[in-house]
């Protein structure tokens, strides 16, 4: 790569950016070939990976309905104390999965019902936030002094320079 430098005028800084939009464009067609090369990799791959994952989970599915009438008792005794086994090389078992909480109507009328409950109060979240876009909005109305005096403040965006393949017909590309 030689050495770029900052330009002095029109024209230059004209060249400059011709050679970006130029570039980008060699960037984009790099990574269509690579995103490209990718996919085709990932479809080979699946269609390797396809037949292997169908064995394994009709192969898992037959001895989950073994374990389910009479494997755990073969592996484990009548009383077994555990839940699970090593068998070829892999944990078979069953386990508990977590509780969960069954709702018997609508979580809006049920949360309306909570809130007339004293008692129910600590089964209830209040998440309470700050309305940015409000409060910057309302800085500049009747209630800005007051926001401005407990420190809000609006911070106007910067300027920043950007550079960018345009996308009309006279770009050079």
């Known amino acids: 790569m030689t050495a ?26 790099v990574e269509g070939v690579r995103n490209g090369i990718i996919a085709s990799a990932n479809a080979e791959a699946d269609k390797g990976l396809a037949p292997l994952i169908e064995e394994r989970d009709t192969i898992a599915a037959k001895l989950a309905s073994w374990w389910g009438k009479s494997g755990r008792e073969q592996a484990l005794g009548a009383k077994p104390k555990q839940k699970s086994i090593e068998l070829g090389g892999c944990l078979i078992g069953d386990k508990k999965s977590r509780a969960s909480l069954q709702v018997p109507e609508g979580e809006d009328t049920l949360v309306a019902k909570l809130k007339a409950l004293r008692w129910a109060k600590p089964f209830l979240r209040v998440k309470e936030t700050l309305d940015k876009a409000a409060v910057l909005k309302a800085l500049d109305g009747k209630r800005g002094s007051d926001l401005k005096s407990l420190g809000f403040d609006r911070v106007e965006g910067a300027d920043e320079f950007f550079i960018k393949r345009a996308e009309q017909g006279q770009t050079r590309g």
């Open 4 to 29: 770029i430098r900052e330009p002095r005028n029109i024209e230059a800084a004209t060249k400059l950016a011709e050679r970006v939009a130029t570039l980008e464009s060699e960037i984009e067609t």
